[in-house]
Each structure stands twice: as structure tokens, then as C-alpha cells.
């Protein structure tokens, strides 16, 4: 999963159904201002290796941070 919504990791009940489900998320996070779609297309493209990477050998559920620069943060 794919999601600007960094509020599903703090609601409780969401957060047990994306372990209950087995779900891996990667929670987008751009500055104030730059969360235009184009900012979200460029920052998913440049990220995406790192993307595959974390879905091929993370075991599930996990949740990851992906930042404008810089490395993932896990949850």
C-alpha cells in the first residue's frame, strides 16, 4: 500500500487491520507546499527501486516512511 495518510499508523483500529491483513505501507511525506501529484509522481519514480527492494525482502506487515531525501523510516 501507497498512502499520504501518515494518520493510519496513529488510529489504533487501522493500524491493527494493516497487521491483521498482512499489509506492507509506504507512508509518502513531502513538505508543506510540495504535495502537488507531479512532487508525488517524481518522489514514487526515484524511490521505486528502494520500493521493490523493502516489498522483496521486509517480512510483512511492515510500514516504512518514504522521505523526500534520505533513507527510509521504518515504523
Known amino acids: 500500500m501507497i498512502t499520504r495518510d501518515l494518520n ?12 491483521q ?3 506492507g505501507a509506504f507512508f ?5 507546499g510540495m504535495d502537488k501529484h507531479w512532487e508525488i ?3 514514487l ?6 520500493i ?10 511492515f510500514a516504512f516512511e518514504v522521505p523526500l531525501r534520505g533513507k527510509f ?3
Open 21 to 23: 491483513f498482512n499489509l
Open 52 to 61: 521493490i527492494n523493502k516489498i522483496s525482502t521486509e517480512k510483512k506487515p
Open 41 to 43: 509522481v517524481k518522489l
Open 45 to 50: 519514480v526515484s524511490s521505486w527501486e528502494e
Open 8 to 19: 493510519i499508523q496513529r488510529t489504533r483500529l487501522q493500524s491493527k487491520l494493516c497487521q
Open 73 to 75: 523510516k521504518k515504523y
Open 28 to 32: 509518502i511525506k513531502l513538505p508543506k
